[in-house]
């Protein structure tokens, strides 16, 4: 899943299907763009990132995790305190 994709309409206010439609492409060609099944051409994703006003690597960058907050290991001299 493209979660920078998703999170910058849905942090915009705009609804998938308006920006499909706004892109002149199907609502089921962004869903498969923003899940990973389908690869958007170069000049596709440059009108997504004009459209969203966003920088175009930012958005399609994929992520495997997200990684959490790093937890330090304490000394035990500390952990027994």
Excluded: C
Excluded at 13 to 23: E, M
Excluded at 24 to 50: C, D, F, T, Y
């Amino acid at each position: 899943m493209l979660v920078n994709l998703k999170s910058a309409f849905v942090a915009r206010g705009i609804k998938q299907v308006d920006l499909a439609l706004s892109l002149k492409i199907s609502p089921s060609v962004l869903s498969e763009i923003i899940n990973g099944r389908r690869q958007p051409s170069p000049s596709l994703r440059a009108r997504i990132a004009h459209e969203l006003r966003a920088d175009e690597g930012w958005l399609f960058a994929a992520f495997t995790r997200i990684p959490g907050p790093a937890i330090e290991a304490r000394p035990e001299s500390l952990a027994a305190g």
